[in-house]
């Protein structure tokens, strides 16, 4: 059997009708830039908000963490931080989990192809999240800390960078995975590892700095951004490669879903 | 059988016929994954190359003869040869050393505005990055020209290396010319490195003033940079298969598929599973 008579016999078996009317079809039904431009915005908002704190506050609060205008500026954002962020992890992926597709086998081409283009807003507010966390505030750490010599973990830096903008990225990662898994069945039946590995990498990232804290903290390594010390951030970092996998994947899904939109378009003839 | 559409409504795409609506979202696909790939290849360029060679990136009196000229090229291939990988191989695009590298410099000049010296203080002349785009560019005239990987590896692995002092030259020559200061000769970029305090970092000369490092003659630079070149051509060929790993698509059946409410698949006969 030919790949287009496989595509007729599917779209007849889901009750397509081939000569279905195309006026359902209009490309701004699957794509909409609104949600992905508002979060790239209220992201940037977020971001531009902790980069002028850190401007009014670091040197004038954040040098002595012994300090109680340390304590209220740095440790109380700090604390703002982590009950924003973990209450924003159980919101978005309990919100993802519960209200999952149940009847995948049911999906319609066009409710796919329309929840792809949602999947790939989805990685793209992640990608811009990252981006803050792995090149703006990583680089922006070194520039405060080769000059500043710290006395605490929580750093004006570290706070921002560590416990602010990782586990936000780690929102969106995480979430991005669930949606596939949850509405777009070739994720649902298989998982994919480079999708996995696009999204565990950076997260793990998160526990390192365990590791990272406890190696300033033993050895006062200050003098050298490039030290051993550093590489486990490396290694992880490279897990963003795997978004090429995930690229080449999403790719031969929608080849297939768009030759049969246009099979259920009644565009094919025999 | 083959689609055929109407003349109006089809659209030839590499020898395929489409919609015009297919080709249309497609070209939004295309779009959309291009900024996604730009955000996430300055992330991952920026982030691995400022631990592994960061340093001698951020400070000009750090910009030595040898260090620099020998580490700043081997770190900084190893994505332009992934990339290429994904780029070339899967898409045909002839860029991808030089995406990288543009994103690289995008990503650094972001941190040194808005981070070396809106908040920490440093002059421009002090922080400016290096470029590695004219390396990038010969990387990827070699891989356009031979189609060939190894060829690649080797002629635009070496290019890559062998151009990045002179590439960067223009930029930094009037910061090796002497002054004496306090009785001793120093370049200019080591005198800027004194004047401006960095508490938690060495100024380079107590870094690297140790056995013959500075006192060989002026080839330092030279040999500093075919070292560099034979190291980025096995670099190129490592990480050329880390991108073609990673680009891989592999999947595994998901064992959460009925907690999640939807059917299973049906399990496999043992006779199918012995063959």
């Known amino acids: 059997m030919s790949s287009m008579e496989a595509i007729r016999e599917s779209t007849a078996a889901e009750g397509l009708s081939p000569s279905a009317s195309t006026k359902d079809f209009s490309t701004s039904r699957f794509i909409s830039f609104r949600g992905p431009v508002l979060a790239m915005l209220g992201i940037l908002a977020l971001m531009v908000f902790l980069r002028m704190y850190q401007q009014m506050y670091a040197f004038s609060a954040g040098l002595d963490s012994t300090t109680p205008d340390f304590d209220k500026y740095w440790m109380g954002l700090l604390r703002v931080e982590l009950v924003l962020l973990v209450s924003s992890w159980a919101a978005l992926w309990s919100f993802l989990w519960f209200t999952r597709d149940r009847h995948l086998d049911k999906l319609q081409v066009k409710d796919e192809i329309r929840r792809y283009f949602h999947l790939i807003g989805f990685i793209f507010i992640y990608a811009f999240a990252v981006y803050f966390a792995a090149s703006f505030f990583a680089e922006q750490d070194a520039s405060w800390h080769q000059t500043v010599v710290r006395d605490t973990s929580f750093t004006p830096s570290h706070i921002v960078l560590f416990y602010g903008t990782m586990p936000f990225y780690v929102l969106f990662g995480v979430g991005s995975f669930l949606y596939a898994m949850t509405r777009l069945p070739k994720f649902a039946s298989n998982i994919s590892i480079p999708f996995l590995i696009a999204v565990v990498g950076p997260f793990l990232i998160l526990p390192n700095l365990g590791y990272n804290e406890w190696g300033h903290a033993f050895w006062l390594m200050e003098e050298f951004f490039s030290a051993p010390l550093h590489w486990g951030f490396v290694v992880l970092g490279w897990s963003v490669l795997a978004l090429g996998g995930l690229l080449i994947q999403i790719s031969q899904h929608l080849i297939e879903l768009f030759r049969r939109a246009d099979a259920e378009r009644g565009a094919y003839s025999a | 059988?083959?689609?055929k559409f109407a003349d109006s409504d089809s659209v030839q795409l590499y020898g395929i016929t489409w919609s015009k609506w297919s080709a249309s979202l497609s070209r939004m696909f295309d779009f959309i994954v291009a900024v996604i790939v730009f955000l996430a290849v300055t992330s991952a360029v920026h982030l691995n190359f400022m631990l592994l060679a960061g340093d001698w990136d951020f400070w000009v009196d750090w910009k030595d003869r040898e260090y620099w000229v020998t580490l700043t090229p081997i770190?900084?291939?190893?994505?332009?040869?992934?990339?290429?990988?994904?780029?070339?191989?899967?898409?045909?695009?002839?860029?991808?050393?030089?995406?990288?590298?543009?994103a690289l410099v995008f990503g650094a000049w972001m941190a040194r505005v808005f981070a070396f010296h809106e908040w920490s203080g440093f002059p421009y002349s002090l922080i400016w990055p290096a470029t590695m785009i004219p390396g990038a560019l010969v990387l990827d005239t070699v891989l356009l020209l031979t189609g060939n990987f190894l060829a690649t590896a080797i002629f635009g692995g070496m290019g890559f290396a062998l151009i990045f002092f002179a590439g960067n030259w223009p930029m930094l020559a009037i910061y090796h010319l002497p002054l004496q200061v306090m009785n001793s000769l120093v370049s200019v970029a080591d005198y800027i490195g004194y004047a401006f305090t960095r508490t938690a970092t060495p100024e380079y000369l107590r870094f690297v003033e140790r056995g013959t490092l500075r006192t060989f003659g002026g080839h330092s630079e030279v040999v500093a940079s075919f070292f560099s070149a034979f190291v980025c051509v096995l670099m190129y060929l490592a990480w050329w298969f880390i991108g073609m790993l990673l680009s891989t698509v592999f999947t595994v059946p998901n064992k959460f598929k009925t907690m999640m409410g939807l059917k299973a698949e049906p399990r496999q006969k043992?006779?199918?599973?012995?063959?």
């Open chain 2, 75 to 102: 770190v900084g291939i190893m994505f332009p040869a992934a990339l290429q990988y994904l780029f070339w191989e899967k898409f045909r695009l002839p860029f991808g050393a030089t995406f990288a590298m543009v």
């Open chain 2, 270 to 275: 043992s006779e199918s599973l012995a063959v």
């Open chain 2, 1 to 3: 059988m083959s689609l």
